[in-house]
């Protein structure tokens, strides 16, 4: 934490969907444990468009901020709405749905002074037996955008530097991606991120995976790969394209006594050229689209 005699000022932002069982408990619990810490603070719960009583019970909560979305937005804009209705530097995310212990806020706030982004690593978490295949996949992917071994890719808990979020903001999602997301692009944008190893809670009710998610965690890949590195799937299918295209163009030519090539070679040749190119043009696109600012 600081060291300057300055109070750390911080937003926490809890997102909030039919979380009428575990929601008063997560908000009192947060208030107990941050009044320990020497800091500054409010509590943003986001309402997004809940069925359930999540919405009374959080009026009912003393020194909480209720913001609430007329329907579901999703996870994303949730968090979205808590930033942009933060009034303090630091934002910590914190889910509704009491996995998260509020006794691991402090381990987090330990690295302010280092860090842009402190996120949880949550031990020995796996998960619904359903979403593994296509995390596996999409941690692969990951580690291979960013670079480096990514300890824990979406997380729910992680303190933020408010200006960085809104930031690149535009970059985030509105559904359950956006801490995906978000970790890529501070990892790619060489700000300094740090994981604290973190335990959790059970959840409480039952999870929202959905045979959809497959589909969707696809998509999410795809839409990573072309966001932060187009090139590392254009320039590897470029290069087999084109070191194919040599070969079969040394066979014709040893077959035909050094005279022709045939068509395929040189149609396979010039595809492999093209694909390098438009990944040179997605890659443009990418680094431009992530340097605008709202």
């Known amino acids: 934490m600081k060291t300057s005699g300055e109070k750390i000022k911080l937003s926490i932002i809890i997102p909030v969907y039919n979380e009428e069982e575990t929601i008063a408990q997560v908000v009192n619990g947060l208030k107990n444990e941050l009044s320990k810490l020497d800091l500054d603070y409010e509590i943003i ?10 919405k009374e ?3 009912n909560i003393k020194e909480v901020k209720l913001v609430n979305h007329p329907y579901n937005k999703g996870y994303g804009a949730s968090l979205k709405t808590g930033a942009r209705n933060a009034k303090f530097d630091w934002l910590l ?3 509704g749905d009491g996995q998260h212990k ?3 806020t402090k381990e987090l706030l330990k690295y302010t002074n280092e860090y842009d982004a402190i996120i949880g690593w949550r031990q020995g978490y796996q998960g619904p037996a359903l979403r593994q295949p296509g995390k596996k996949l999409l941690h692969i992917v990951a580690d291979y955008l960013a670079e480096r ?3 824990d890719l979406n997380c729910g808990l992680r303190l933020l530097k408010k200006k960085l979020f809104l930031q690149y903001e535009h970059l985030f999602p509105n559904g359950f991606s956006l801490s995906t997301t978000s970790t890529l692009t501070f990892f790619k944008e060489g700000l300094n991120v740090k994981y604290v190893p973190i335990t959790i809670n059970k959840r409480c009710g039952k999870s929202s995976v959905k045979v959809s998610d497959g589909p969707r965690t696809l998509m999410l890949i795809v839409r990573l790969i072309m966001l932060f590195s187009p090139l590392k799937i254009f320039l ?3 290069a087999v394209g084109f070191v194919i295209s040599m070969g079969w163009a040394i066979y014709d030519l040893i077959n035909s006594n050094f005279h022709a090539i045939s068509k395929s070679s040189g149609f396979l040749f010039v595809a492999s050229l093209l694909v390098f190119l438009f ?8 680094a431009i689209r992530r340097e605008i600012k709202r």
């Open 45 to 54: 719960a986001v309402n997004d468009g809940s069925s359930d009583n999540s």
């Open 57 to 59: 019970i959080l009026e």
């Open 93 to 95: 995310f914190f889910d």
């Open 102 to 104: 509020p006794e691991c």
């Open 149 to 151: 071994k990514i300890p």
């Open 236 to 238: 590897p299918v470029s």
């Open 279 to 286: 990944g040179l043009l997605a890659d443009q696109i990418a």
